[in-house]
């Protein structure tokens, strides 16, 4: 049973222009809500997270919206660079000693 | 401040063998945690130990083990490998207390099996 389920499963976007990757979560109890940034050859690093009494949280160029309501969050990337060519993971778990569960990941290609 | 290391990076095994994967934390960190990680799977948790004690187990076989010592390193064996153990194995250790439950993840150990 996938309790994160997160789309598309690649992306390519134009230098300059906006990413954005769902993810969708089953578990209402889910309280922490991170994403993930994996380059090739390199384990994955925490990139912003968020908690569920916030709707967005930004910082620089990327931003989490997040939505209770309709179990869903999303990651924004403004301004896309090659550089954020990457895979990016979303996450969630309850906070209090319980594991991450991860989405299946997004291969984003930024092309000049 | 020291990453999270992982060894070997690097292993081929073939089917039937056992494999053993060890995971030195971020100085300070009591908790460990592993992932195997797919291409069709995305990250999958496979269990966390914390002060030498398993404290959270996935859903895999009981093939895959672990254990960690008192200076919080941990390694893990996979018993009579099979062809789709092959996978990246991703160790990560956190500190719990008071921390923000941010995981950091080693470059992990790439298994194939033949």
């Known amino acids: 049973q996938q309790q994160v389920k997160q789309s598309p499963q690649s992306l390519i976007v134009q230098k300059g222009g906006i990413s954005i990757i769902n993810c969708a979560y089953e578990?209402?109890?889910?309280?922490?809500f991170p994403w993930y940034q994996q380059f090739p050859g390199k384990g994955p690093a925490l990139l912003i997270a968020?908690?569920?009494?916030?709707s967005e949280k930004k910082e620089g160029r990327f931003t989490i919206s997040f939505n209770k309501s309709a179990k869903q969050f999303s990651l924004h990337i403004m301004d896309s660079q090659p550089g954020d060519s990457a895979t990016y993971f979303c996450?969630?778990?309850?906070?209090?000693?319980?594991?991450?569960?991860f989405g299946k990941g997004t291969r984003l290609s930024v092309i000049a | 401040k020291a990453g999270v290391t992982q060894t070997p990076r690097y292993l081929i095994k073939t089917r039937g063998q056992q494999v053993t994967l060890s995971c030195s934390p971020i100085s300070g960190h009591r908790s460990v945690s592993w992932y195997q990680q797919t291409p069709g799977q995305g990250l999958q948790f496979l269990f966390e130990y914390f002060s030498e004690t398993q404290r959270n187990k996935g859903n895999f076989p009981g093939r895959f083990s672990g254990r960690q010592f008192s200076n919080s390193r941990s390694e893990m064996n996979v018993s009579t490998l099979e062809l789709g153990d092959s996978a990246l194995y991703l160790c990560?250790?956190?500190?719990?207390?008071?921390?923000?439950?941010?995981?950091?993840f080693g470059e992990g150990s790439r298994l194939t099996v033949l």
């Open positions: 996450a969630a778990s309850l906070s209090g000693n319980t594991p991450l569960v």
């Open positions: 990560a250790s956190s500190n719990p207390s008071g921390g923000s439950g941010e995981l950091f």
């Open positions: 578990n209402t109890a889910f309280d922490y």
């Open positions: 968020i908690r569920p009494d916030v």
